[in-house]
């Protein structure tokens, strides 16, 4: 069964910055998009970032031109690089890889922003 594994998360000052990444345990085919999703405590899920196999990328208002999403095809791994974190910016994130057949989901890494 594919697992996605996610790292990178932490406790980070604002201001600061983190990398997370995520790569599946087994080689995924037929990837349409990649993406990262956050959950604050008490809140909805919502997209962060989000990349297709053709490159095309899209990110929450919140988060555009402080967070960059980028993938490696050939690891079939997603990374989101963040800058200029504040405490808002805290939850857990979420990897989420999309087939045209089935979707997968990462079991989250924290992010905590101090103030």
């Known amino acids: 069964q594919v697992q996605l594994v996610e790292s990178g998360g932490g406790l980070v000052q604002a201001g600061g910055s983190l990398r997370l990444s995520c790569a599946p345990s087994?080689?995924?085919?037929?990837?349409?998009?990649m993406g990262w999703y956050r959950q604050a405590p008490g809140k909805q899920r919502e997209l962060v970032a989000r990349?297709?196999?053709?490159?095309?990328?899209n990110y929450a208002d919140s988060v555009k031109g402080r967070f960059t999403i980028s993938r490696d095809n050939a690891k079939h791994a997603v990374y989101l690089q963040m800058n200029s974190l504040n405490p808002v910016d805290t939850a857990v994130y979420h990897c989420?890889?999309?087939?045209?057949?089935?979707?997968?989901w990462g079991q989250g890494t924290q992010v905590t922003v101090s103030s």
């Open positions: 989420k890889v999309e087939t045209f057949s089935v979707d997968y």
């Open positions: 087994t080689l995924i085919f037929g990837i349409r998009a």
């Open positions: 990349i297709t196999n053709v490159g095309t990328t």
